[in-house]
């Protein structure tokens, strides 16, 4: 029982990975396909090159919010050909905040300070669905905070540093068999476990240049290493309803002070824009995410004994589990025109090849190739100081049908244990933002 219940344990870690960054944060950047690494702004170019700030003209305070629901519909198939309910995601939308300050200090210095985070949706799906044995519930929160410099050695180079302070929580469940018959879904041999964990504080930062040898032409780079996230939390183990509970002492196990091991990966950008006549901007963007290197999971400092009159072993204090993951890289343009001088409109997309292949996608963590289009305009109003800001994009995942899945049941008794991934998966969704920015100085730059 000890290496099963660990591994399920290990394996609710799992969605927060390569799909974990659904698309990229940024109201602006949203409304042009995230295709804004060298035309980069407003206080949100901590995020994507912080030596953007140079283009923000006087001091600005910016709020924003945004809402992330990606869809996940699964039809499991067993090699039996038994065809189950489909499974789908029924979580809310996600919020995710922005609030930040930028200024410029002369002509060669920019400073800011802000609150940013990926667009990263929340899982929630039946509990006793076909898919139970992968996920039943996700919650998945990171953001980051802190101050960002930018200076202009000479007029056409741009550098520009961001320290930041992040923040990792985690909590995920999904149900295991006990089953010693025959490997198939019984809910009668369900045990269900969950685990959160958060890591308060890690530091971290990321680096941003910005070229422009002409007023016409901007290139953008910046560069976010690898974090590395050491978090604490719980781990439960709950026996209700499965058949053992009557061997038991006990039906739920805790464990109040587990670790958890993550680390993500390094992301390179880079973009080039230009502005072929007055009043327009056109970018195109490559992001590249490194998960092929990215660290296997670990639990760590599990401390859970099985109360029985029967002799269990115990389960062990930690595990290690592999990624699996691929690298990635996204292919962005995107652009904006002044059509007025209170009003400018935007539009831009995206495509991505996936993090996994059919063997290893699931509901955990589904993350096919996919594509984004999205939109937005801003309003300049009292003449100019005031800039709201809208944008929605749409996002789709290509469909896939998993013949030969590695995604099994996870046994408790170390029994037979069914493949669980086969099946039919389709997925969609959508992001929507708005933001208002007011500026104590100069009319806000477009």
């Given at each position: ?120 949706p ?24 802190g ?137 195109a963007?490559w ?6 290197t ?25 595990f290690?589990?592999p ?24 539009a ?33 109003l ?65």
């Open positions: 029982m000890r290496l099963a219940l660990t591994l399920a344990l290990l394996g609710t870690t799992d969605a927060h990975a390569g799909g974990y960054y659904y698309s990229d944060s940024g109201i602006v950047a949203l409304g042009r396909g995230g295709a804004w690494v060298a035309g980069a702004n407003t206080q949100f170019a901590q995020y994507y090159n912080p030596a953007g700030l140079l283009k923000v003209p006087a001091p600005t305070v910016t709020v924003g919010y945004s809402g992330v629901q990606q869809h996940v519909r699964f039809t499991r198939t067993d090699a039996d050909g038994t065809t189950y309910p489909t499974s789908e995601n029924q979580a809310k939308p996600y919020s995710v905040p922005e609030l930040g300050f930028a200024s410029p200090i002369g002509e060669r210095f920019a400073v800011a300070f802000g609150f940013t985070s990926p667009f990263a929340s899982a929630l799906y039946d509990e006793d669905g076909a898919q139970r044995y992968t996920v039943t519930d996700t919650n998945i929160y990171q953001f980051q905070v101050p960002s410099v930018a200076w202009r050695p000479v007029p056409w180079l741009g550098v520009g540093a961001s320290l930041q302070w992040q923040y990792l929580g985690v909590y995920e469940s999904l149900k295991l068999t006990t089953s010693l018959v025959e490997a198939g879904d019984n809910p009668e041999s369900d045990v269900r476990v969950a685990i959160g964990a958060q890591d308060l504080f890690t530091p971290s930062y990321n680096l941003g240049v910005l070229i422009e040898p002409t007023p016409v032409v901007s290139i953008g780079l910046s560069v976010q290493p690898p974090i590395g996230f050491n978090g604490k939390g719980d781990a439960e183990i709950d026996f209700t309803g499965n058949g053992l509970s009557v061997l038991l002492d006990e039906s739920v196990y805790q464990d109040d002070d587990i670790g958890l091991a993550i680390q993500i990966p390094l992301v390179l950008k880079a973009g080039v824009a230009i502005r072929p006549i007055p009043r327009v901007e056109v970018e963007a992001v590249y995410q490194d998960w092929s990215f660290d296997d999971l670990v639990i760590s400092d599990v401390d859970i004994t099985l109360k029985s009159a029967l002799e269990l072993p115990a389960v062990p204090g930690a290690v589990l990624s699996n993951l691929d690298d990635t890289m996204s292919w962005r343009l995107g652009g904006e025109w002044r059509a007025h001088p209170a009003l400018a409109v935007r831009g997309g995206f495509w991505e090849n996936g993090a996994l292949n059919d063997t290893f996608n699931s509901v955990a963590l589904y993350d096919a190739s996919k594509w984004q289009l999205g939109g937005g305009a801003t309003g300049f009292l003449s100019g100081r005031l800039r709201l800001d809208g944008s929605a994009a749409y996002l789709r995942y290509a469909n896939t049908t998993a013949t030969n899945s590695g995604v099994v049941q996870v046994n408790a008794l170390g029994g037979p244990a069914a493949v669980v991934g086969n099946g039919a998966y389709t997925s969609d969704g959508w992001i929507a933002g708005a933001a208002a920015s007011w500026s104590f100085g100069k009319e806000i730059a477009w």
